[in-house]
């Protein structure tokens, strides 16, 4: 079964799926985007994620492509004919194709680009083990709070991630303070047992998963501060974790080598994991053998 994208109004295989080559996402990444993840069938979290496209779009003033209905139509569209039970939904709205000018185009016809991949999300011995980071300075530009495609930061950060054998790079702001990973949220649990995580600003993408998570907290009663936090904070800490579309929550046990409290996975994060799971109405797909 092929692979299924949407490209400007029409469902194509995915090798045959092409944008302009004067497309403005490709020449200047004029543009933001939106992942969604689909879990056991359901589109986890679409409320948040439209409405964080509609703030990025209108950040830059770029148009809706389609109506907010009509995307939200193509989503289901493009996870059916990918038969995706549990996928990463892509959405990409760019400027659109124009001759290229740093200018906007005066008639400006944005690009839509929706894409689905199937994937397995985290084995459970991940979640069993946690994972590592390492740290980076934050070398992006000062608007983090808009979902920009312009990601080389991020690609650079995974990559050196990757090679030193972590799963996520943690960026560091000039002062020392953690801002979040490269493409998820940071939290930490402090000696004193409080959840904290930085408060949403154009240092950070504030991420819907993040306020989801924030939601599941105040409902299980567990305090939380929105603040900034140092390493040296996370490694005196009793538990880490990043959050994100793609990975939910998900424990970090070991920072630049160095383990977070017993370097084991603690239980604040598997709760509030569980806890977003119950809120997408879906068994984790982690336990799904
Ligand atoms: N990344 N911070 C950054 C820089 C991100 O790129 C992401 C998401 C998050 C978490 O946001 P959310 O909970 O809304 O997924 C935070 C997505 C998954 C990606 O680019 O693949």
């Not at 109004?9 to 497309?23: C, F, K, N, W």
């Not at 809706?64 to 009509?70: F, L, N, S, Y």
């Not at 946690?130 to 000062?142: A, Q």
């Not at 495609?149 to 690609?155: D, E, I, K, R, T």
């Amino acid at each position: 079964m092929p692979r299924i994208a949407y490209v400007n109004g029409r469902y194509l295989p995915h090798g045959e799926a092409s944008i302009h080559i004067e497309d403005r996402g490709f020449q200047f990444a004029d543009g933001v985007y939106e992942v969604v993840t689909v879990v056991g069938g359901k589109l986890a979290d679409e409320e948040g994620h439209l409405t964080r496209l509609a703030r990025s779009m209108n950040e830059l003033s770029i148009p809706w492509p389609v109506k907010p209905a009509t995307l939200r139509f193509i989503m289901r569209e493009v996870v059916r004919r990918n038969r995706a039970d549990n996928a990463l939904l892509y959405i990409q709205v760019t400027r659109g194709a124009a001759p290229r000018d740093f200018r906007f185009p005066k008639d400006p016809a944005p690009s839509l680009v929706l894409t689905c991949r199937r994937t397995a999300f985290q084995p459970a011995s991940l979640l069993e083990k946690g994972v590592s980071v390492i740290t980076m300075p934050d070398i992006r530009w000062l608007r983090r709070d808009i979902k920009s495609v312009s990601l080389l930061p991020q690609v650079l950060g995974k990559q050196k991630a990757f090679e030193a054998g972590a799963f996520e790079g943690w960026q560091l702001d000039p002062d020392g303070y953690v801002t979040e990973g490269c493409s998820s949220n940071a939290w930490i649990v402090t000696a004193d047992g409080t959840l904290v995580t930085r408060q949403p600003s154009n240092d950070i993408l504030n991420g819907i998963t993040r306020l989801s998570l924030l939601e599941c907290a105040r409902e299980l009663g567990i305090a939380y501060k929105e603040r900034p936090f140092t390493v040296a904070e996370a490694l005196a800490g009793r538990e880490a974790f990043i959050s994100s579309a793609s990975t939910f929550a998900l424990p970090v046990t070991r920072i630049d080598g160095k383990p977070v409290g017993d370097g084991k996975p603690g239980p604040l994060a598997r709760r509030l994991r569980q806890a977003y799971m119950d809120h997408v109405g879906t068994p984790d797909p982690a336990s799904i053998k």
